[in-house]
T-cell receptor, first 113, second 117 residues
């Protein structure tokens, strides 16, 4: 039973480029959460999605960041016009429904040159 | 807003000994979950143990147990018979339990645990 799959594992972008991070939840899970971990910090919540709906985006920066979880396919976290400060590890988690434990993927480490 | 504080940036323990990691939190809610997650150098986030606030009994999972003091808003993790594989960052986390409440996990900054052979 595959866990939460995130790809790529590592992503390198130059300033001004776009970064797309993908997350496939565990089988049977329809709730997805994105977190960001800056160096030497704990994880910070970004956004919570169900299929085709954004439920809570209170942790998302107001500009350049967006997330989606389409009816078919993985959830995508998109960062436009990346800057050095976007360098971080981005984790995705999933659960079968609200109120259930969140299972984490291995994260995507984003490096901005 | 809820906050989680881990006051020990680093801890060390001898193999086979016991260590306790501290965590305090602040919330105005009465019903919630508390978690300890382990993050080894591979960066995976592994759930170690979960506590439901309405349960008075402290959760245990093999060598891992918690001391949950609801009135003091304290949630410490005790690791018994420490093993080299326990070396990792440990994060304490909070989540609301209210239906319709926030599903987000609120994390502390972590404690780096070193296990000495």
């Amino acid at each position: 039973n595959a866990g939460v799959m995130q790809n790529p594992r590592h992503l390198v972008r130059r300033r001004g480029q776009e970064a797309r991070l993908r997350c496939s939840p565990m089988k049977g899970h329809s709730h997805v959460y994105w977190y960001r971990q800056l160096p030497e910090e704990g994880l910070k919540f970004m956004v919570y999605l169900q299929k085709e709906n954004i439920i809570d985006e209170s942790g998302m920066p107001k500009e350049r960041f967006s997330a989606e979880f389409p009816k078919e396919g993985p959830s995508i976290l998109r960062i436009q016009q990346v800057v050095r400060g976007d360098s971080a590890a981005y984790f995705c988690a999933s659960s079968p429904q609200g109120g259930q434990p969140q299972h984490f993927g291995d994260g995507t480490r984003l490096s901005i040159l | 807003a809820q906050t989680v504080t881990q006051s020990q940036p680093e801890m060390s323990v001898q193999e086979a000994e016991t260590v306790t990691l501290s965590c305090t939190y602040d919330t105005s809610e009465s019903d919630y979950y508390l978690f300890w997650y382990k993050q080894p150098p591979s960066r995976q986030m592994i759930l170690v143990i979960r506590q439901e606030a309405y349960k008075q009994q402290n959760a245990t999972e093999n060598r891992f147990s918690v001391n949950f003091q609801k009135a003091a808003k304290s949630f410490s993790l005790k690791i018994s018979d420490s093993q080299l594989g326990d070396a990792a960052m440990y994060f304490c986390a909070y989540r609301s339990r209210y239906l319709g409440g926030s599903e987000k996990l609120v994390f502390g900054k972590g404690t780096k645990l070193t296990v000495n052979p």
